[in-house]
């Protein structure tokens, strides 16, 4: 690629803001008078009282999201100071914060700093853990602070530096560490997904998580070619693979660190790695066609997943499972009509090439299961109409055990990725049997999220715990681009947080 994505660093700092030499300072306002926070008063006071002045006109209300750029003019360390809004005291929770943060950090994109404190999320010290406050804010500056712009020429009205470092005043070093590896680990993600599918295709999606498990101890990969998938009759990853030239890949990442309890589950992440999805043979309507590059967002979230996981030593044993294949139109193309028998011996009859995903996903569920995984979690970014339901902002689970599907919505909570149940029973079911076949690969009109999901648990079966997030809304949605499609990473930080609770109890 011809320039490396902005490489955003975070660490902890001591020194009083006032006097911290910095391109940009963020300090956190409430907007109800009454509850000013210490660290923008104190910042107020050294710079005359500019911040009271921008909010007594009415130019900056503190609202949350908000910003307002002003100047140290050599009164205390920074350059520049920016005001990010935080709203009512009363309502500020760590969502309000990683907003502001993230609004933070993309104006030290624009502005080309190279060094950012952020004295946002002190004002919140008495709310919550000083370690929650932290992470929140480093894994925002790291959302905030990217840009896909790897494909760019730059030039000198457009260049920009090579990276980004945030200071978090008054942070915990701990904390801010971890936020780091669970940011970095989700910028890769979201690289991976808005890499178009000339230069991301399966094998060189291979080629990227052989080198990030090379990187990193107790973590290995292996990666099955077509021909081996042929020979060990992976019928779903073969069937919607072979219209493209680029043949498709099986990853599979093992981490299996020393210093694991005996109670702690096997866990088995499964990801869809659909680098294009044109629909095959039964194509898709051109536009908006492009954005289906990003048809490998579930593949992406459990590769950024495994990294954070392997990176922040977990004592857990996981198996990251990724589909990978490209489906294409053309002459070797898989029909409409044709029954294809998948790795787990069922048979399916193919009435739409569109449903491509449940295919490659059937037969990496029942790879996890014969390496006995005792959770199963898949990520796809697998139906228009989960999109339809939920909208951009949750992703929809699906689950055959309501306890697991608690925990995933309440680390999507904690985490600032959300999750909402839908059902996925015995109904949705009879829409999924064929005629000819063990199961068709469509239902009808309605419910689409949800007869996909009945769909999958076939495979999942009931004796191992299994859940499917449907991330087809969040996992192609960037509220930070122009159009509103890119990636997010989306799924990185809550399965890292429901790994982390794994291995807890
Ligand atoms: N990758 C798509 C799902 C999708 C659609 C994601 C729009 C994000 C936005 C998936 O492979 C697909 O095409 N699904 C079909 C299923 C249908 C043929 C049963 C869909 O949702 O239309
Ligand atoms: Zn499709
Ligand atoms: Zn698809």
Redesign the pocket.
Known sequence: MPNKIINVKARTSKVDVNKIKTDLLVVGVFSDSNSRGKAVEGVDKALGGWIKKVIKTGDFKAEAGETTLLYGDGKIGAVRVLLTGLGKKKKADLDVLRKAVKSAASKALEIKAKNVCIAAGVELADKFDRDDIDKATVESAFLGAYKYDELITFDKDNKRPGSVEFIIAGGKASAVSAGSKIGKAQQWARTLANRPANLLYPGSLASEARKMAKSISNLSCSVMSEKQLKDKKFGGMIAIGQGSKNPPRLIHLKYSPGNVKAKTPVLGLVGKA?TF?S?GI?I?PSSGMH??KM?MGGGAAMLGTIRAVAELKLPIKVHGIICSAE?MPGSSSIRPGDVVTTYSKKTVEIQ?T????RMVMSDGIHFAKEHKCDIIIDAA?????C?VALGKYYAGVMSNDDELSEQICEAGKVSGEKFWPLPCGDEYLEEMKSEVADLKN??SRWG?ACT?GAFLRQFAGEDVKWAHLDI?GPG?YDPSTKSGFGSQGFGVRALTEFVKNLTKK
Not at 354 to 357: F, P, R, S, T, V
Not at 381 to 385: E, H, K, N, Q, S
Request: charged share 25%; net charge negative.
């Open positions: 659909i999805d629909g039964s898709k954005e289906m048809d489906n739409n569109d449903a491509e995903g970014t697998l139906t228009g109409a999109v469509i239902g689409g996909a087809a192609m």
